[in-house]
């Protein structure tokens, strides 16, 4: 039953792992570099109102003329749901208007 679903996997025991250890070190400075990066960027914009609002309206604005849109992209749902719960946000800080 498994082997029709699992196809092109070799065990070794006690063999070498250079590789995969070699991969992973890679993987693992990829991820330090983006931590580091991502930390930079929490610095410069800290996350307060009127930050957020400055980084979504942006974001709002290519939403509203078209250029991001929910098809196409495995992302572009998740980014037109996020901009729409913005403008909520917004609209409940402005009293709904």
Do not use: C, F, W, Y
Request: hydrophobic share 40%.
């Amino acid at each position: 039953m498994a082997g029709n679903r699992i196809q092109g996997i070799t065990v070794e025991i006690g063999g070498d792992t250079t590789k995969l250890q070699t991969a992973l070190k890679g993987v693992n400075t990829e991820i330090r570099n983006t931590q580091s990066q991502l930390r930079d960027v929490e610095k410069l914009l800290p996350v307060t109102g009127v930050a957020a609002d400055m980084v979504i309206s942006p974001q709002m604005a290519a939403a509203d003329s078209g250029v991001i849109t929910g098809t196409g992209t495995s992302g572009g749902a998740d980014l037109t749901a996020g901009i729409v719960a913005a403008q909520q946000r917004m609209s409940l800080r402005s009293g709904g208007r």
